[in-house]
């Protein structure tokens, strides 16, 4: 029998990992896609996440979004240095976080 501190670690890596191929595949489409904005794509993924595992893999998720979606302007030829760019960053970050908190708190709330 394994005991619930080896569990829980198993379980947080295997979730840390199906969460990045995820993000990369979607990183990848948003490379191919261009201008077109798939950030619902991103948001479907992170409510996923969020409710089947928990806040802080949602939280590691954002982060993996913001690196894909930079690394795909990169790759796109956007201007990534301007102040437009770093405040839309920022938008999207505060965006998922709001989003994240919000279904961490639905399902704790709904699972009292």
């Given at each position: 029998m394994?005991d619930?501190?080896t569990y829980?670690r198993?379980?947080?890596i295997?979730?840390?990992?199906l969460t990045?191929i995820?993000?990369?595949?979607?990183?990848?489409v948003?490379f191919?896609?261009?201008?077109?904005s798939?950030d619902i794509?991103?948001?479907?993924?992170?409510?996923?996440?969020?409710?089947?595992?928990?806040?802080?893999?949602?939280?590691i998720?954002?982060l993996e979004?913001i690196?894909?979606?930079?690394t795909?302007d990169y790759?796109?030829?956007?201007?990534?240095g301007?102040h437009?760019y770093?405040w839309?960053?920022f938008?999207?970050?505060v965006?998922?976080v709001?989003?994240?908190l919000c279904?961490?708190?639905?399902?704790?709330?709904?699972?009292?």
């Amino acid at each position: 029998m394994r005991d619930s501190g080896t569990y829980r670690r198993s379980y947080f890596i295997k979730a840390l990992i199906l969460t990045t191929i995820i993000v990369s595949i979607l990183g990848y489409v948003d490379f191919i896609t261009g201008e077109i904005s798939i950030d619902i794509l991103y948001i479907f993924c992170l409510c996923a996440v969020t409710w089947y595992t928990n806040r802080l893999i949602g939280m590691i998720c954002i982060l993996e979004f913001i690196l894909a979606k930079t690394t795909a302007d990169y790759y796109d030829q956007v201007k990534i240095g301007s102040h437009l760019y770093e405040w839309n960053t920022f938008n999207y970050v505060v965006m998922y976080v709001v989003i994240c908190l919000c279904v961490g708190k639905l399902k704790k709330s709904l699972y009292r």
